[in-house]
Nanobody, 131 residues
């Protein structure tokens, strides 16, 4: 059974930083990529970043490129998202989930990989950026 639990959110001011953690119990790191998604009030969930531990590759959506860094520790079953230079538009609930990407210009669009049943999205972790 795959369970993904995000944590580490908080409230920061514009330009601040946070590091999110995702405990990925039972996640098959050797076969699938895992990443981060977020959902702001009244908006659709959107993919932020995706990492393939087996390939050693990471991908970012245009709107976080250069500010966010994803990393993983497959031995510890952990995924991280270092978020720098946070902006008010980054305010959302952040979740981790299985992912895949499609190239879009010089960045990527991150999608949920529904081949992995990781149950519901859980509570996620709230990130609030004030101006």
């Amino acid at each position: 059974e795959v369970q993904l639990q995000a944590s580490g959110g908080g409230s920061v001011q514009t330009g601040g930083y946070l590091r999110l953690s995702c405990a990925a119990y039972g996640f098959p790191f050797d076969s699938y990529a895992v990443g981060w998604f977020r959902q702001a009030p009244g908006q659709e969930r959107e993919g932020i970043s995706c990492i393939s531990s087996s390939e050693g590759t990471s991908y970012y959506a245009e709107f976080v490129k250069g500010r966010f860094t994803i990393s993983s520790d497959s031995a510890k079953k952990m995924v991280y998202l270092q978020m720098n230079n946070l902006q008010p538009e980054d305010t959302a609930v952040y979740y981790c989930g299985a992912c895949f990407v499609q190239a879009s210009g010089d960045s990527y669009v991150v999608y949920v990989d529904n081949r992995i049943d990781f149950g519901d999205w859980g509570q996620g972790t709230q990130v609030t950026v004030s101006s």
